[in-house]
């Protein structure tokens, strides 16, 4: 198996504008894997540190070129003649170089995007789809691939919408379809519905953060009513 050559990273936008971490792994074999490093919108205080700048002229302190320089300048040259077979064992040795129990030095957007990246250039030197090299690093035994149901989120309240709601996703799951494909139409005509629903009310059709509607609605239950409405139709 190839072993890892280095390290880039870049500062980048994620949909919302905001910064992240792109990270980008070169193996000895001449294969390479990039990764984004996905961003919420809300961030619990028991999650890992999203390492940022705090640099208020940049981005309004939400920079990540100190997570950019600890992927190429610390991880690179750590795990640079690694095998990138063992997926597991390359992120325990990241973990171990933080060092700390929230990944508060290196940063969990840094950690992150190397693991992906480096995953991603494996999967490639191997030939196969990135969930089939997981699969083997991990040590799953063979079994029959079986999709999970889709689950769609199709109204956006807390931190991802202006709509007063408490609760920040309202998701359906079209369970019982015959197939995956099946249960993404199930879902996606639900969702052409509410929004025939909301402006049949004159309710606002514009999104939130996670492409769910975000209509002002006086209460969660409202909300779950329109759902139900929704399904019934």
């Not at 030095?105 to 999967?123: D, E, K």
């Not at 202006?162 to 309202?170: A, V």
């Amino acid at each position: 198996m190839p072993r890892l050559k280095a390290l880039r990273a870049r500062e980048v936008l994620d949909s919302r504008g905001v910064p992240t971490v792109e990270a980008e792994a070169l193996l000895d074999s001449g294969h390479r894997g990039r990764a984004i490093v996905p961003s919420g919108a809300s961030t619990g205080e028991h999650e890992a540190i999203e390492l940022r700048d705090g640099d208020p002229k940049r981005f309004f302190g939400k920079g990540v070129l100190a997570a950019v320089r600890n992927v190429a300048e610390v991880l690179g040259p750590e795990l640079a003649g690694r095998e990138v077979s063992d997926q597991s064992a390359i992120d325990e040795a990241m973990i171990r170089l933080d060092g700390t129990p929230n990944k508060g030095r290196l940063g969990a957007n840094a950690l992150l995007g190397a693991s992906m990246a480096i995953s991603r250039a494996a999967a490639r030197a191997a030939d196969v789809p990135l969930y089939e090299h997981l699969r083997r690093t991990y040590g799953v035994s063979d079994r029959e691939y079986v999709l999970p149901a889709p689950m769609l989120n199709v109204l956006n309240g807390g931190r991802h919408a202006d709509s007063g709601l408490d609760i920040q996703e309202f998701m359906i799951v079209p369970i019982g379809a015959a197939s995956f494909a099946e249960a993404i139409r199930f879902g996606a005509q639900a969702y052409q519905t509410l929004k025939r629903l909301l402006q049949k009310r004159k309710l606002s059709t514009a999104v939130g953060d996670e492409g769910g509607f975000a209509p002002r609605l006086k209460s969660n239950e409202e909300a779950l009513a329109l759902l139900d409405e929704t399904l019934r139709s």
